[in-house]
């Protein structure tokens, strides 16, 4: 079955010190995926998308299909990326399916 | 630009009463859908939209009903409230289900 899953409820680091958010997948076909964040009191938004394979605010995500991961990383972490970040799969289907969740708690 | 509009934005039901939640977006976006966030649980699809007049299932669509008469509009039509549908509801649209979702604020529903 077609399934995300973000082990970790909450992550809480202090200011400076690396992050990773994890996301596994299972999905048989090709996978495209995404992460979104919601900052407090704020709209859900796009954060990144493995195709662009861009960094965005710091972050980056490499999909890994032999281990079927999508990890969230960032070198040094700011107050600002507290958040609550949900990690998505797109499936053939076109239905955007989304992982528990994890929340970051950047402490100063 | 209103972006996605989503309405209400809290909502009180009695269980057995039916309720639409409207959502609205203004940027000429083909795909739209509807999810339901829960602690522990992150965003479920309900139902979605790949354009007018077409819609389908998502993870969790048993209670919901959904429509696409226009490109604009997609409401979510709740027939008998159940307490287990009290939840935060999104609406998110998009140009097409592989672009960037943009997400409406959220409609609290809370079913007595």
Same mark, same amino acid.
């Given at each position: 079955a077609q399934r995300v899953t973000q082990p970790e409820k909450l992550l809480s680091v202090f200011k400076g010190a690396p992050v990773e958010l994890k996301c596994n997948y299972s999905y048989s076909g090709s996978p495209e995926l995404f992460w979104y964040v919601q900052y407090s009191r704020q709209r859900l938004q796009l954060l990144l998308r493995h195709i662009s394979r861009e960094s965005i605010k710091g972050f980056t995500a490499d999909l890994n299909k032999g281990e079927t991961s999508f990890h969230l990383k960032k070198p040094f972490a700011q107050e600002e990326d507290s958040a609550m970040y949900y990690c998505a799969l797109l499936l053939m289907s076109y239905k955007l399916i989304f992982g528990s969740g994890t929340r970051l708690l950047v402490r100063p | 630009? +209103?972006?996605?509009?989503?309405?209400?934005? !809290?909502?009180?039901?009695?269980?057995?009463?039916?309720?639409?939640?409207?959502? +609205?977006?203004?940027?000429?976006?083909?795909?739209?859908?509807?999810?339901?966030? =829960?602690?522990?649980?992150?965003?479920?699809?309900?139902?979605?939209?790949?354009? +007018?007049?077409?819609?389908?299932?998502?993870?969790?669509?048993?209670?919901?009903?959904? *429509?696409? $008469?226009?490109?604009?509009?997609?409401?979510?039509?709740?027939? *008998? +409230?159940?307490? $287990?549908?009290? $939840?935060?509801?999104?609406?998110?649209? *998009? !140009?097409? *289900?592989?672009?960037?979702?943009? !997400?409406? =604020?959220?409609?609290?529903?809370?079913?007595l």
């Open positions: - | 630009n +209103a972006g996605v509009t989503q309405t209400p934005k !809290f909502q009180v039901l009695k269980t057995g009463q039916s309720m639409t939640l409207q959502c +609205a977006q203004d940027m000429n976006h083909e795909y739209m859908s509807w999810y339901r966030q =829960d602690p522990g649980m992150g965003l479920r699809l309900i139902h979605y939209s790949v354009g +007018a007049g077409i819609t389908d299932q998502g993870e969790v669509p048993n209670g919901y009903n959904v *429509s696409r $008469s226009t490109t604009e509009d997609f409401p979510l039509r709740l027939l *008998s +409230a159940a307490p $287990s549908q009290t $939840s935060v509801y999104f609406c998110a649209s *998009s !140009f097409s *289900s592989n672009q960037p979702q943009h !997400f409406g =604020d959220g409609t609290r529903l809370s079913i």
